[in-house]
């Protein structure tokens, strides 16, 4: 066989093979295939698999050290350098989480090595001796390969129209869930190998594929299952810290009725005597009426309207209702809270809702444990433009805070125990490519801002 082929069958291989793995991965995490990131793929992988043939290669005379356990140790180390590679790239490329990447890399191995070893097998076994070297190495390389491939393409397109990135994604949103899933992740891609070592005799028939056929529909169906529960776990939380913050806002509602009508009564005596002011031909105690009038109106009912009328500027519930119940919290510990919403917010960023809840939230929770005892001010800000979001949380602080020390996870001015919100805000924020944050001092305010791009229609 000339040795342009066999090179010709080998580039083949690591091409169909990353390309498959590299599909079916994007697919379970719910991104969309994109050449860059693919052809850096492809050279992580191809530099993986070039060290491993060197390695074991070099190894090769050890093999009566290690003993049964070398190919089996080999496949671990390869196995898992190949899913660590692919799940950097999704991080990095993709913005997704590094253990969430690692875990769909592993389940995308597990899914395409099981399609591919049956295949192979079976034609190793089966295949005719007559035909010829090429014929042969059709069947038992180049066809296994292509059968790998189309069960990629066609899991990931089944992953990807059911939304089970979603569900996928709430499975990691624990840190126990996370190493369960990673745990898990990592035996599945190691099955078959643990397979030849444990039962290298296995023939292969007709049971033998349907068995592991239906093992990779099992596995995807629990996963599946798994991630429906746990997302449904998460839906019903948050439906409850909605049914909260309704509340909420149905509280402020009653208490802007109530200074309403205590306004009207005490208005309706002011007018008395301005009648009497307007009888006598008071101009001047008219005036000054007047602008006390404005005054009291503004101290008892301005700020509350504005409010009412910046939080009516916010288009998305959710958002709504969060800064309802944040802005009730401030009122309940005597903070003096301001809201601007110069434009309507649409229900357009590139972040996810649910994230940007998190994110908010924890930097107006922030906000109110950092802000004084006593003449506490917040200023919140939402600005709405055309290709993105500008979001800032401003401050007055007892104690400053050191901005270099800020983003190392547990730092606080409030004690032991906290400080763990901006580290999480930060991980949130890095999911999204695009996505810039800036926090710095300015005259005794501590400011942090964001801003989201808009999705691309």
């Known amino acids: 066989m000339p040795f342009s082929f066999r090179i010709s069958v080998v580039i083949f291989v690591f091409i169909l093979s990353g390309l498959g793995l590299f599909w079916l991965c994007v697919g379970i995490v719910g991104k969309k295939v994109r050449i860059r990131p693919f052809l850096i793929y492809a050279v992580c992988s191809s530099l993986v698999n070039v060290m491993v043939v060197l390695l074991s290669t070099w190894l090769i ?38 253990l969430q990447g690692l875990t ?3 389940l995308s191995h597990f899914v395409i090595n099981t399609a591919d070893d049956v295949v192979a097998t079976a034609a190793a076994t089966y295949s005719p001796l007559f035909g010829g070297m090429y014929l042969y190495t059709f069947i038992t390389i180049i066809l296994p390969k292509l059968w790998g491939f189309f069960i990629a393409f066609l899991a990931a397109y089944i992953l990807r129209k059911s939304g089970f990135y979603r569900y996928f994604a709430a499975l990691f949103s624990s ?45 995807l169906l629990w ?17 409850e810290e909605t049914i909260a913050q309704q509340q909420s806002h149905m509280e402020l509602l009653e208490e802007l009725q109530q200074e309403i009508r ?22 001047d105690g008219i005036q000054e009426f007047m602008k006390k009038t404005s005054s009291y109106f503004d101290e008892k009912l301005g700020n509350e309207i504005k409010q009412m009328d910046c939080l009516n500027n916010i288009k998305p519930y959710p958002i709504r209702s969060l800064l309802t119940t944040k802005l009730a919290a401030m009122r309940q510990k005597h903070i003096q809270s301001a809201l601007e919403v110069l434009n309507p917010v649409q229900e357009k960023q590139v972040m996810e809702t649910a994230d940007f809840l998190r994110g908010l939230g924890i930097l107006i929770d922030n906000a ?31 104690t400053e805070p050191d901005l270099n020390a800020i983003a190392e996870r547990g730092y606080t001015t409030k004690g032991s125990g906290r400080g763990t919100g901006l580290s999480s805000y930060r991980k949130i924020i890095s999911r999204y490519p695009g996505c810039v944050t800036r926090t710095y001092l300015r005259d005794g305010f501590f400011v942090q801002e964001l801003r989201m791009p808009m999705q691309s229609v």
């Not at 992740?185 to 594929?209: C, Q, R, T, V």
């Not at 306004?263 to 307007?278: E, I």
């Not at 109110?368 to 939402?382: H, M, N, T, W, Y």
């Not at 993105?388 to 401003?394: D, I, P, R």
Request: glycine share 8%; hydrophobic share 55%.
């Open 61 to 98: 005379d050890e093999d009566v050290l290690f003993g049964p356990y070398f190919s089996l140790l080999f496949a671990v180390a390869g196995y898992t350098v190949g899913a660590a590679a692919l799940g950097i790239v999704i991080r990095k490329c993709y913005g997704v989480p590094f």
């Open 262 to 283: 205590a306004f009207r009564h005490d208005v309706t005596n002011l007018f008395s005597g301005l009648t009497l002011q307007a009888q006598e031909g008071d101009l």
């Open 368 to 398: 109110i444990e950092a802000v004084p005892f006593k003449d506490g001010q917040i200023r919140l800000v939402l600005l709405q433009e055309e290709r993105e979001l500008y979001v800032a949380v401003v401050n007055n602080y007892e």
């Open 175 to 219: 840190r126990f869930k996370t190493v369960v899933m990673v745990a898990v992740g990592w035996i599945f891609m190691l099955f078959w190998s643990f397979i030849d070592f444990f039962y290298p005799g296995a023939e292969p028939n007709m049971l033998y594929a349907l068995f592991f056929f239906s093992l990779i529909t099992v596995v």
């Open 223 to 239: 996963i599946q299952f798994m991630a429906m529960y746990t997302a449904g776990q998460e839906k019903i939380h948050v439906q």
């Open 104 to 106: 769909a890399a592993m």
